[in-house]
């Protein structure tokens, strides 16, 4: 059965990660796999950093390369909610291969024959209430899967989302932020759905910096993990350099993957948030703090 669990997983937080490999995603799942607080049921796939055919082969390359292929990986959607096939994507920032222009073998392993909003409905199901979804890109996936099961909303434990810039300007523009961007009318979709939502904006990944001298800190580690991540990380600092003029990467994914390790490292403030679908501000998060819902602010 996809996403069987081992003896002892009981007491681990059972996660999806909904993601767009990408370099950072690469850093939030390795994230994922060293943490004992963890048990991934699986990777779904999304566009977003890359286009979904690529993001499924990052994935399971990506998991190939640390030995975990008992993790299955589901493809998700190639366009979205609305059927738009014309994408933003961040191949400037993570390379043409999204991760790093390393030109890495094609995988050996393959995605399970079942989509991503399915499987993620499925593993509701199997485990209601306890699985948490960590979504690293555009939330499509997530809105298929409500509307794929009307009572996916109340089985789902958790959704934990790496999107929105609340108080601070977008990264797309100034509206914007790149994963809401990428498909607003999903991401309203799954505002709204009645879910506990978590959501971790750019005001949050802002303030986490690996910086030049973390890096090389990271290359004196003897760890798979370690080396992976410094043969692919080049052009993504080269990218934050020039964009943003610090020495040193946000860490946007792996930010909102610690909100599932250890939520308390971050505080919150609890509200409504709805997405503006169209016009200028197409992709704006609108933030509600005097009702109740759902956003991180630290």
């Not at 958790?158 to 914007?176: D, E």
């Not at 993990?225 to 990218?239: E, P, Q, S, T, W």
């Not at 020495?247 to 509200?271: C, F, M, Q, R």
Request: net charge negative; glycine share 8%; hydrophobic share 40%.
């Amino acid at each position: 059965m996809a996403g069987a669990g081992k003896p002892g997983d009981e007491a681990r937080k059972k996660v999806i990660i909904d993601t767009d490999p990408g370099i950072d995603d690469a850093m939030a799942i390795f994230v994922a796999l060293r943490s004992p607080e963890l048990e991934v049921l699986g990777l779904t796939t999304t566009f977003g950093n890359v286009h979904t055919a690529l993001a499924t082969r990052n994935a399971l390359h990506l998991l190939e390369a640390v030995g975990r292929t008992d993790i299955p990986v589901a493809e998700g959607s190639h366009v979205t909610i609305r059927k738009a096939s014309k994408l933003r994507i961040a191949s400037f920032v993570h390379g043409s291969d999204g991760l790093g222009n390393q030109n890495f073998p094609q995988p050996a392993t393959k995605p399970v024959d079942q989509s991503a909003a399915a499987f993620m409905v499925e593993q509701a199901n199997l485990y209601p209430g306890q699985v948490t979804v960590v979504a690293l890109g555009p939330l499509t996936n997530l809105a298929l899967a409500v509307e794929l099961d009307p009572l996916f909303s109340k089985k789902i434990g958790q959704i934990i989302i790496l999107g929105g810039a609340y108080s601070v300007n977008g990264n797309v523009n100034p509206a914007a932020e790149a994963n809401i961007f990428g498909d607003p009318d999903a991401a309203d979709i799954v505002f709204t759905c009645g879910a506990d939502i978590l959501a971790v904006g750019l005001n949050v990944t802002h303030q986490v910096v690996l910086t030049d001298a973390d890096r090389e800190k990271l290359e004196q580690c003897d760890s798979k993990y370690a080396r992976y991540l410094c043969k692919i990380m080049g052009i993504y600092f080269d990218y934050h350099k020039d964009a943003y003029f610090i020495k040193g990467v946000y860490l946007h994914d792996p930010t909102t993957l610690i909100a599932a390790v250890n939520p308390s490292l971050l505080t919150y403030t609890e509200g409504v948030v709805r997405v503006q679908t169209v016009g200028i501000t197409r992709g704006l998060t609108v933030f509600d703090n005097t009702k109740k819902k759902c956003v991180i602010h630290c």
